[in-house]
């Protein structure tokens, strides 16, 4: 029977909301593994929005979270409200600078942070029905929010982001791009993806083989 997996999305771009590369191949090996996939994303207001040109703030203008997200999802997107753990075998939470600035505020309150109520709400159900979750990128910040004190989670070997982790309360591993960090007690699986990733290729490595695990853990 196919795996029922939800796929938490921030945004679409990189700067300000899910990394696309990385939402793509997280899509892609999930359909590769013929798993059923449901995209989801809160209906906010994104905390801004990035010029890719540039890389500046674009003063003046504003996007929501859910709109941008179904631009990824080929417009077939959930509302993150209407959302039930219950409905799913796991999750997946891709990353992008989205991660820290719309799902969490970690872009500006650091080891502080807070996540989406929305989020945190769906992704400790996950945790409480021991379902397995995956995290991609800059998303293990969230890791001791959702999974509680002493979780251990991989951004790679970025030491200002992995001190803001311990901080946080989660634990730290340090990760090859290619690789993944495994907390089986709480069936947490990370990445570093583009964190350090030089090439999609690089990437793609960690990614699937999140994609893979994560499956392989689901009931």
Request: glycine letters at 10%; one cysteine or more; aromatic letters at 4%.
């Amino acid at each position: 029977m196919a795996k029922k997996v939800a796929v938490v999305l921030s945004g679409c771009g990189v700067f300000d909301g899910s990394e696309i590369y990385e939402s793509v191949i997280t899509l892609l090996r999930l359909d590769q593994r013929d798993a059923q996939v449901t995209c989801l994303a809160p209906d906010i207001e994104q905390m801004h929005v990035i010029n890719h040109a540039s890389g500046e703030v674009a003063e003046g203008e504003a996007r929501n979270v859910l709109v941008e997200a179904a631009r990824l999802a080929r417009g077939d997107i959930t509302d993150l409200a209407t959302a039930g753990a219950g409905d799913y075998d796991a999750l997946i939470v891709p990353g992008g600078f989205g991660a820290a600035k719309n799902l969490s505020d970690f872009a500006v309150r650091g080891a502080e942070l807070t996540v989406n109520p929305a989020l945190l709400e769906f992704a400790r159900a996950f945790r409480a029905q021991g379902k397995p979750i995956g995290l991609i990128c800059i998303a293990p910040v969230m890791a001791a929010a959702i999974c509680g004190t002493g979780a251990e989670c991989t951004i790679g070997s970025d030491a200002d982001t992995a001190a803001a982790i311990t901080a946080s309360g989660a634990v730290h591993k340090t990760c090859a791009v290619d690789e993944i960090h495994i907390d089986r007690d709480r069936k947490l699986v990370t990445t570093p993806a583009y964190m350090l990733a030089g090439r999609i290729s690089e990437a793609a490595a960690g990614i699937n083989k999140l994609v893979d695990t994560v499956l392989d853990m689901a009931s």
